[in-house]
Structures are given as structure tokens and as C-alpha cells.
């Protein structure tokens, strides 16, 4: 069994930063790859970026340069630090984790076993 729990989201204005955290524990096996993904309403859920427990990472292309995902070195709290945030980047954010090594699509949630309760990011105009 994983725990992951999910925080930092809030409220911002159009180009601001905001750093989400997500404290991870149980089977180490199972948290092989940890992700974040996002669902926006009325939307399908996506993967926003993806990292591995030797820190080899992805990033979807809608936030690549603006995001940046990390993991503490004790490889138990994972974060989504959040730059210049666009209006569309408003949505409920969640982690997960994979136990997955190598293969498969890291940005697939059909890659993830467990997932977070979610934390709300809102940016405005």
C-alpha cells in the first residue's frame, strides 16, 4: 500500500508561482515512478510530469519550461514547483505513483496504481 497526500494548491493571478507537495509513504517497490496529473472541469485527466526514483523526469509539452518536478532526497515528498501559471492551468492537481521501471507511457494515469485526494489550483485573468 502507498499513502499520498497533496498540498500547496491556492488561488493566483496570471503569471504567478505556486510549489505543490505531495508526502508519499508505504511500499517502496510501488512508488517507482511518481506522477502529477491534473483535471481540469468537463476534462479528461492529464499527465503534467513524471519522475523516477534515479530523478530521470518528463514533462508534458503544455508545461515544459514553465514546471518543474522534484523529489526530496529520503525519495518522500514529491513536488510540482509552477512558474509564470496560465488560466488553463486552473484544475484539481493530484500525484500518483507507479511501480513501474522502465516502459509504458510515464504521463498514461493507466501507468499509476495509487493516487492523492487532489489539491485545487485556480489561476485567474
Known amino acids: 500500500q502507498v499513502q499520498l497526500v497533496e498540498s500547496g494548491g491556492g488561488s493566483v493571478q496570471t503569471g504567478g508561482s505556486l510549489t505543490l507537495s505531495c508526502a508519499t509513504s508505504?511500499?517502496?517497490?510501488?512508488?517507482?515512478?511518481l506522477g502529477w496529473f491534473r483535471q481540469a472541469p468537463g476534462k479528461e485527466r492529464e499527465g503534467v510530469a513524471a519522475i523516477r526514483i534515479d530523478d530521470v523526469r518528463v514533462y508534458a509539452d503544455s508545461v515544459r519550461g514553465r514546471f518543474t518536478i522534484s523529489q526530496d532526497n529520503a525519495k518522500t515528498t514529491l513536488y510540482l514547483q509552477m512558474n509564470s501559471l496560465k488560466p488553463e492551468d486552473t484544475a484539481m492537481y493530484y500525484c500518483?505513483?507507479?511501480?513501474?521501471?522502465?516502459?509504458?507511457?510515464?504521463?498514461?494515469?493507466?501507468?499509476?496504481?495509487?493516487w492523492g485526494q487532489g489539491t485545487q489550483v485556480t489561476v485567474s485573468s
Open positions: 500518483a505513483a507507479s511501480p513501474v521501471w522502465e516502459g509504458g507511457h510515464w504521463l498514461s494515469q493507466n501507468q499509476y496504481t495509487y
Open positions: 508505504g511500499d517502496a517497490g510501488s512508488r517507482r515512478r
